[in-house]
């Protein structure tokens, strides 16, 4: 059964950074939509990125544009979320989410706390 597995989330000063991944098994992460939303304590998850098969992505929250980068390894069958200058209100459960044809799944989430 295909699935996807975050991890790398973590504690972190305001202004720092973290790599967050999604290593994917029973399908590839080339042929599929990847994402990544993000949900924070008592609100609702959203759309933060995603990248396509052909290689382009796309950002839904204007506030990590040109913070976060969303990147993918098909050697390692595996995308990244490339999270710099992080702030407070990065704060939030991060969740990898495959979206091709046959292939709905989510991720358990990876937990990244951004505070001094």
């Known amino acids: 059964q295909a699935q996807v597995s975050e991890s790398g989330g973590g504690l972190v000063h305001p202004g720092g950074s973290l790599i967050p991944s999604c290593a994917a098994s029973?399908?590839?992460?080339?042929?599929?939509?990847m994402c990544w939303f993000r949900q924070a304590p008592g609100k609702e998850r959203e759309f933060v990125a995603d990248i396509r098969p052909s290689g382009s992505h796309a950002y839904g929250v204007d506030s990590v544009k040109g913070r976060f980068t969303i990147s993918r390894d098909n050697a390692k069958n595996t995308i990244y979320l490339q999270m710099n200058s992080l702030k407070p209100e990065d704060t939030g459960m991060y969740y990898c989410y495959a979206d091709g044809k046959g292939w709905r799944d989510w991720g358990q989430g990876t937990q990244v706390t951004v505070s001094s």
């Open positions: 029973g399908r590839a992460v080339d042929n599929n939509n």
